[in-house]
Nanobody
Framework: HVQLVESGGGLMQPGGSLRLSCVASGYALDDNCMGWFRQVPGKGREGVATIETGFGTTTYAEFVKGRFTISQDNAKNTLYLQMDSLKPEDTAKYYC??????????????????????WGQGTQVTVS
């Protein structure tokens, strides 16, 4: 039974930092495609970053490049998203997700609901 539990969200001033965590259970984190996604009310879910946990290969959306870092801790079976230089437009509910397979598809950021089968409940990030 795959379960993902996010935490670490909250209220932060512009320019500040937050680190989101996603604890995975029911599978080993070290050989999958995982990602962070976000959503605001009335809009679709958009990709933030993905990582191929077996290779460490990462991909970022243009709007977070240089500010956000996705990483993993296999010993803790946990995925992270370090968010620096936060902007008000980063305000959203952030979700982690995992899909079967060791590689992330080329459209992983663009088609999250189609390509990722397991999702957490999300954690709210508010930048104001």
């Amino acid at each position: 039974h795959v379960q993902l539990v996010e935490s670490g969200g909250g209220l932060m001033q512009p320019g500040g930092s937050l680190r989101l965590s996603c604890v995975a259970s029911g599978y080993a984190l070290d050989d999958n495609c995982m990602g962070w996604f976000r959503q605001v009310p009335g809009k679709g879910r958009e990709g933030v970053a993905t990582i191929e946990t077996g290779f460490g290969t990462t991909t970022y959306a243009e709007f977070v490049k240089g500010r956000f870092t996705i990483s993993q801790d296999n010993a803790k079976n946990t995925l992270y998203l370090q968010m620096d230089s936060l902007k008000p437009e980063d305000t959203a509910k952030y979700y982690c997700a995992v899909r079967n397979g060791e590689n992330c598809p080329p459209k992983a950021l663009q088609w999250p609901r189609r390509l990722f089968g397991y999702w957490g409940q999300g954690t709210q990030v508010t930048v104001s």
